[in-house]
């Protein structure tokens, strides 16, 4: 179902496939032939089905079967040593003709159509665009939110619906925000741009460690941020820069990377956070 901004909170499933099909038409006053392309539009129930099902990989040319007729790609061939997994007949000696056929006619469109994506590959190029791909749905951090959607989107999402929810920031400036870890995630966004930043508290036996992400797909294509972060006491001063990691969605786990552990003892009651596009934040 789709959303009244742009952005969807179901996932379907069917996928469409474009059969390339090429038609030879006879003249009809001559003996001589010429050819026209065309297509044929498909939809599968069951996307996998040009899957290997061994290993889930979008199955690519030479494709074997065994006498019962399971399929499995060149490379799993080698790893299930000759051996089906489903029946255990040999495998790997008989190329799959027809469903070869079909994966080098087929076109399928990114499953991220959905989100804007007009891309239309080939079955065995999937995976490698999807991770690419920026329309990666990405999913708001505002809690009870269930919008998801391209990550453009999703900063127009926040800043007309949650703008009493985060806290505006300007790049290259500093901003302060609690570092009380009864409020774990803290939503900031970039007052031009409209990125969207999520810092998050996570406490420890001894430490409390502080996260800095930004919610966009993982696409070089979008690029990355960097931050400073300062934790400032009387006594004391703990400052950290490192690369923004970019993710679709929050999660509660501890970071094992991309994160300041500042010690419980010179935990300061606020954080300076600062957000921009070089790598100035990143120098000692």
């Known amino acids: 179902m789709a959303s009244d901004d742009g952005g969807s909170t179901s996932d379907d499933s069917d996928r469409e496939v474009v059969i390339m099909e090429r038609r030879f038409v006879n003249s009809v006053n001559t003996e001589s032939s010429s050819s026209k392309d065309s297509s044929l539009s498909v939809t599968l129930l069951d996307p996998d089905v040009l899957d290997c099902p061994i290993c889930c990989e979008p199955l690519k040319t030479p494709i074997f079967q065994c006498d019962n007729g399971h399929l499995a790609c060149s490379v799993c061939c080698t790893k299930v040593r000759n051996r089906c ?8 000696y008989i190329r ?10 087929s ?13 239309i590959m080939l079955c065995g190029n999937r995976f490698s665009h999807e991770k690419l791909c920026v329309y990666t749905p990405c999913s708001c951090p505002i809690g009870n939110c269930d919008y998801t959607g391209y ?4 900063n127009k999402h926040v800043r007309v619906k949650h703008k009493d ?10 901003v302060s925000i609690s570092l009380d870890p009864d409020e774990k995630t803290t939503v900031l966004q970039e007052e031009d741009c409209g990125e969207v930043i999520v810092v998050q508290v996570f406490k420890g036996l001894h430490l409390v460690y502080v996260s800095v992400s930004c919610i966009q797909p993982s696409s070089v294509r979008v690029g990355t941020l960097s931050c400073r972060l300062e934790n400032r006491t009387i006594d004391s001063s703990l400052r950290q820069g490192f690369i923004v990691k970019n993710i679709q969605k929050v999660g509660n786990e501890q970071p094992e990377d991309g994160f300041m552990a500042i010690p419980s003892y010179i935990l300061s009651a606020s954080l300076q956070v600062s957000i921009g596009r070089s790598r100035f934040f990143l120098l000692p």
Do not use: H, W
């Open 85 to 92: 997994p489903s029946c255990t007949l040999p495998i790997g």
């Open 96 to 105: 799959c003709r027809a469903m070869e056929k079909v994966i080098e006619s």
């Open 151 to 154: 990550y453009q989107d999703l």
């Open 107 to 119: 076109r399928v469109s990114c499953p991220n159509a959905k989100y804007g994506c007009k891309e």
């Open 165 to 174: 929810d985060v806290i505006t920031f300007s790049s290259d400036n500093s």
